[in-house]
């Protein structure tokens, strides 16, 4: 029911429960499905941002949205086949949480329903997410957004615990754990990340908070933080309190030194004149050595074998010792040809 308040006498008007259906549906609809229609009740509603529009639930399952004015309801969607509990909108009207009796929690985006030329037959809702605990299956007593919208938050029926999720991907991204107490009513804070849930047993209003890190180096640049306590060893002059006049005098003295910046001092331990050092051969056409060096490929050379380019001299060594060798061989078969005639003679 609405109740319009703006006169002195209240007028009071009769929201619609049925749910609008296409002109085809509607032709193809017997009585029987009429009857059924005008059994649902509506068990929850909300107005839209501008408040042109109201947003109700019915015990079916249906989803209407009616306006205000005219008290007709223009367009009707079917969420579920159980009871819709509860509605919220975001804080800018875009986004819309849905809390039902199948243990299921669903987000969708919401048309903009505020525009002149709106087209109420091509009006689309379409649900975005739809949250659940499938291992235990666990209803939910209340659910709430973020103030961003980002995030969802519902208690738990016979629980205590708070569940978020992330509607980004869609999933769960923390389980809060509160008292030994079934929890009613969560709220996110408007503009901070607390959360407030209200127990249902005491009354007790619990906070959930982030509880931030002090940064002490934004504080103070030169200041570093250690995970544990450290001896510090400090300077022998480090906390002497000096006169102003000193300090003056010695900030002066300072400014008339001269400061060398064209010689180069050596580093310890890197050029010592007793130390060895590798002689490094930057270009290969200056090496004074008498063994050749040859270059195999681009940036890498290796010495000449110590036989190579003795050929001649390997080819020579090789056919004089053949010549010997076949010299050593003719008086073997000399000798074995003369051994033959003697045999043949006798």
């Given at each position: ?8 006498v209240p007028v009071k ?128 007593n209340h659910v709430a ?202």
């Open positions: 029911m609405l109740v319009d308040i703006a006169s002195t008007r009769t929201l619609p429960s049925a749910p609008k259906r296409p002109h085809i549906e509607a032709e193809e609809l017997n009585e029987k499905q009429l009857a059924q229609d005008a059994k649902q009740s509506t068990c929850v509603t909300i107005f839209t941002a501008l408040g042109n529009h109201i947003i109700s639930g019915t015990s079916k399952g249906w989803l209407n949205i009616i306006e205000t004015e005219s008290c007709d309801t223009i367009h009707s969607t079917r969420l579920c086949n159980g009871v819709v509990i509860f509605l919220r909108l975001t804080a800018s009207g875009r986004d819309m949480v849905i809390n039902s009796s199948d243990r299921v929690i669903r987000t969708m985006p919401m048309p903009d329903l505020s525009q002149v030329d709106l087209d109420i037959d091509n009006i689309k809702i379409e649900v975005e997410h739809k949250f659940q605990d499938v291992v235990n299956r666990l209803s939910w957004f973020s103030a961003t919208g980002e995030y969802v938050t519902a208690s738990t029926y016979m629980n205590h615990d708070i569940y978020v999720w992330e509607r980004g991907h869609g999933s769960l991204v923390k389980i809060l754990e509160g008292p030994k107490e079934e929890l009613g009513v969560v709220e996110w804070h408007p503009h901070r990340p607390l959360v407030a849930a209200c127990g249902l047993e005491s009354g007790r209003v619990y906070l959930w908070s982030i509880i931030t890190p002090q940064r002490w180096s934004a504080l103070a640049p030169d200041f570093a933080e250690v995970e544990e306590n450290v001896e510090y060893i400090e300077r022998e002059d480090e906390f002497d309190i000096h006169p102003i006049e000193e300090i003056h005098k010695r900030r002066l003295d300072l400014e008339d030194e001269d400061v060398d910046v064209l010689t180069i001092e050596p580093v310890k331990g890197e050029f010592e004149e007793e130390a060895f050092r590798m002689p490094v051969l930057l270009d290969i056409d200056d090496s004074e050595s008498e063994e050749e060096i040859v270059a195999v490929g681009p940036g890498t050379m290796r010495r000449k074998s110590p036989g190579e380019g003795r050929e001649w001299m390997n080819g020579a060594e090789s056919a004089g010792s053949g010549e010997e060798h076949a010299a050593s061989k003719k008086p073997a078969i000399n000798s074995t040809s003369r051994s033959q005639n003697r045999t043949r003679k006798r």
